[in-house]
C-alpha cells in the first residue's frame, strides 16, 4: 500500500484542528482471570449486558454473564496481551459497527474493519448489531419477488422481498452455489447484497470473492468475514453485523438480500462461548438460549412499510418501501433435519431449500429436492408469468415423483403413465442448471412454457440441456423483442402466450441442437 | 477473587449484623482485620492446613491474636469457618465488613491518586465537593503516583474520575493515530 504524504499530514491537521479532551467519569474493575478468550472481571458493577468494555490496548470485549461479583466477558480479537490486574473500563455503549454504502465493494470482519487491504472505510454511520426488530405496525406484506435465476428456485420455491428462506443441505451439496448465484443475480436490480462467511476456510471465502469479482457482483456486495481461524466470539457476532449493515438499507428504502453462510456454526461458536462461561448445557450440548439467537436474528429481515421508512429517515424518503431478505444456510450432518439448530431454524424461517446430496451425485444440480422444499410467503410475491407457467411443471414433477418406483416396468406400463413418465424425466433434466449462469424471466419462461407445451417430449433426455441453452440464443438473436416485452412486463396472456408459440415453432423448424 | 467475594459474603453479612446487635462494630473490625492479616501469613496458612493439627488447636491459635481472645463469639465464628473451610477468605469477608460499616455510618470512602502531596486546604475542598456530590460524611484516602504527572484522579467504589495529565495525554495520543 502506497502512502501519500500530504493526506496524512492533512489527516493530522484535522485531527489536531477538531482535538477534543474529555474528563467522563467512567466504570472500571480489574481482570481476574483470563482464558481461551473469556475474562472474568471483577467491580464493574454497572455494567449492561451486550456493553462493550475497554481492555488495555483498544482491544474490546463484550460482557455477556452479569453475576453478583464478576462480569464474564467475551474478548473481541487478541487476549495474549492481557493478564490479571489489568484495568477495565466500561463505554457504555452496545457494540457497533459502521454501516453505509461505503461498504458495498469490501471485505470487513464482524467488527467492520476493512480486511481486504483497500484501505480504510470512511463510513460516517454506525449501528448496534442488536437491534429489536420491527414490530406489528411498520410491516408490510411480502409482495415483490426476488429473483435467483435459478428456475428450480424461482419457479417452485420464489422468494420474496423480506421473506426468510432457508437453504438447508448435507456438506457438498451446493448451499453456497445456490445463495452465490442469487447474489449474482441482484447485478442491475438495485438489491444490495451481504455475504456474512462464518467459520468458513479463508481460502473459501477469498474465491467467494473472487468468483463475485469475476461477475461483477461484487460492487453491490458487502462480505462479512469471520472465518475459521477468527475467535468464537467474532463467529458469533458476525451475522448480527452483517444484519446492522443490511438493515441499514431496509431502513431507508431500498432493498437487501443476506446470506448467512452457515448459522450451524454460528451455533457451534455460540455453545463453545457459552460452555467457557460456564452456562449449563441442555440439548446437544448448546446453551437454553440458542432458538433466541437465530429467533432475534432473522426477525430482523422484514419488509417495513412506507410509513416506518418515513420515520427512520425523518421524512427524506417518502413512498417506498423497503426489505431484508434473508437467505440463512445450515449445513445437517447426514441429511438428519431433526437435530437441534436444523429444526429450530426451520420453524423460525418462512421456507426452505432442501438439497440433497443423492440427487446432486446423481447429477442433478441444484440438488432441489423439490417435494421437501416449501416457501411459504413467496408465492404471493412470485412474478405472475411464472407463476402461471411454473405450476404445470410443479405438478409434472410431483406425478412423476409417485411413479418413478414403476419406471422399472416401463413396458408393461399403459400409455397415460409411460407419458408421464417421460414428461417427469425431462422436467427434472430441465431443472439442472450451471453455476453462474442465472437466467432472465423472460428465459426461464420460454423453458417452463417448453416443458408444459410438450416441445421436448420429443428430445432425448440427454439433448433436453442443449436443446434448452439453443432454445434460449435462438430467442436472443431472433425473437429479442418477445424476451424484452417479458422482462419488462412480467405478465402473462394470450398474446405473450401466442408469441412463445411461435417462436417455439420457428426453433423447432430453424433452430439447432 | 470475585468468587471469592460471593462465597464470603453470607459470612460478612452475619458478622455485621452480630456486631450492630451487641453494638461491637469496631471491636470485631479491627479483629477482622488483625485475622485477615494473619491468615495470609505463610507459616499460619500451612499449620491450618496441617491435617496432623487439630481444629481446636488451629482456632485457639486463630483466637490468641484476637484482643479479647475470651469473646465467645468470636471464638464461634472462627470455628465456624474452620468448619466450613472459608478460613481463607477472611481478608474478603473483613472487606465486606468494612463497607457494611462505612455504609451504616453514612460515611463514602474516596481514593485520590495525585502526583504531589495535597496540602489540607486543598484535602478540604475535595471533602466538602464530594459531600454534596454524595450526601455523606467522606473519608479521604490519598496515594501518591508520580506517572499522573499532574491533576488528580479520584476513585469511588468502581466508579472512577480521571483528570490528570496522563489521561489527557492518553486522549491525544488516541485521537492522532490513523
Known sequence: MTINPTEISDIIKAKIKEYDIKSTAHNEGTVVSVSDGIAIVYGITDALQGEMLEFPNKTFGMALNLERDSVGAVILGDYKHISEGDIVKCTGRILEVPVGPELLGRVVNSLGEPIDNNGVINAPATSPIEKIAPGVIERKSVDQPVQTGLKSVDAMVPIGRGQRELIIGDRQTGKTAVAIDAIINQKDTGVKCIYVAIGQKASSVAQVVRKLEEHDALKHTIIVAATASDSAAMQYIAPYSGCAMGEYFRDIGEDALIVYDDLTKQAWAYRQVSLLLKRPPGREAYPGDVFYLHSRLLERSARINEDAVSDLTNGKVKGKTGSLTALPVIETQAGDVSAFVPTNVISITDGQIFLESDLFNAGIRPAINAGLSVSRVGGAAQTKIIKKLGGGVRLALAQYRELAAFSQFASDLDDATKKQLDRGQRVTELMKQNQYSPLSVAEMALSLFAANEGYFDDVEINKVMPFEKAMHEFARSNHKDLLDMINESLDYNDDVSAKMKSTLDDFKTNGVW | ?178
Open chain 2, 1 to 178: 477473587m470475585s468468587d471469592n467475594y460471593t462465597y464470603s459474603r453470607p459470612y460478612g453479612e452475619a458478622a455485621f449484623k452480630l456486631a450492630l446487635e451487641d453494638n461491637v462494630i469496631e471491636q470485631w473490625s479491627s479483629n477482622l482485620k488483625i485475622l485477615a492479616q494473619v491468615t495470609v501469613d505463610k507459616d499460619i496458612k500451612a499449620v491450618i492446613a496441617d491435617p496432623k493439627i487439630s481444629q481446636a488447636e488451629c482456632s485457639k491459635l486463630l483466637c490468641s491474636f484476637l484482643d479479647n481472645s475470651d469473646d465467645k463469639n468470636s471464638f464461634n465464628f472462627i470455628n465456624l469457618l474452620l468448619d466450613n473451610k472459608r478460613v481463607f477468605y477472611l481478608k474478603e469477608i473483613s472487606d465486606i465488613f468494612e463497607d457494611m460499616k462505612s455504609n451504616h455510618n453514612n460515611v463514602c470512602i474516596i481514593k485520590v491518586e495525585t502526583s504531589r502531596e495535597l496540602g489540607s486546604d486543598q484535602i478540604n475542598t475535595l471533602i466538602e465537593l464530594f459531600k454534596k456530590k454524595y450526601n455523606s460524611e467522606i473519608e479521604i484516602e490519598q496515594t501518591i503516583n508520580e506517572d499522573l504527572l499532574a491533576g488528580i484522579k479520584v476513585k469511588v467504589n468502581d466508579e472512577v474520575i480521571d483528570l490528570s495529565l496522563q489521561n489527557r495525554f492518553n486522549q491525544i495520543k488516541q485521537q492522532l493515530i490513523i
